[in-house]
């Protein structure tokens, strides 16, 4: 884990069974061995969903709703102009984030992966 920022943005988040939680009840992504793809600054896990490969990020605490909202919104304007973009999972709530922690605003959604 590293302190990003001298600590400002908080620690790089780790695979919590409070974040386990969330994404079995938010997105039916079971536990289980997820693979850490690396990175400095946020968690990446690759996860299985039955036959999907799916990729769940998890931010670090200083991310706001706002500013996940902000990067979709561009996300949004990339794909209607055609430029490809990885998919984003959508909550049974429709949301495409949760907040998965205990106090501090860790959020956590997923994307669809391609190829092997």
Same mark, same amino acid.
């Given at each position: 884990?590293?302190?990003? !920022? !001298?600590?400002?943005?908080?620690?790089?988040?780790? $695979?919590? $069974?409070?974040?386990?939680?969330?994404?079995?009840?938010?997105?039916?992504?079971?536990?289980?061995?997820?693979?850490?793809? !690396? !990175?400095?600054?946020?968690?990446?896990?690759?996860?299985?969903?039955?036959?999907? /490969?799916?990729?769940?990020?998890?931010? /670090?605490? *200083?991310?706001?709703?706002?500013?996940?909202?902000?990067?979709? $919104?561009?996300?949004?304007?990339?794909?209607?102009? &055609?430029?490809?973009? *990885?998919?984003?999972?959508?909550? /049974?709530?429709?949301?495409?984030?949760? /907040? $998965?922690?205990?106090?501090?605003?860790?959020? *956590?959604?997923? *994307?669809?992966?391609? &190829?092997?």
């Amino acid at each position: 884990m590293d302190d990003a !920022g !001298g600590g400002r943005r908080g620690l790089r988040a780790v $695979a919590t $069974a409070q974040l386990w939680q969330v994404l079995a009840a938010q997105w039916a992504i079971p536990m289980q061995g997820a693979r850490d793809l !690396g !990175g400095s600054l946020n968690l990446d896990l690759l996860v299985h969903r039955g036959d999907e /490969r799916l990729v769940v990020r998890v931010h /670090r605490p *200083s991310v706001s709703p706002a500013w996940l909202e902000d990067i979709q $919104a561009v996300r949004d304007e990339l794909d209607q102009a &055609g430029v490809p973009c *990885s998919a984003l999972v959508r909550a /049974r709530d429709g949301t495409h984030w949760a /907040r $998965a922690g205990s106090g501090c605003s860790r959020w *956590s959604g997923s *994307s669809r992966t391609t &190829g092997g």
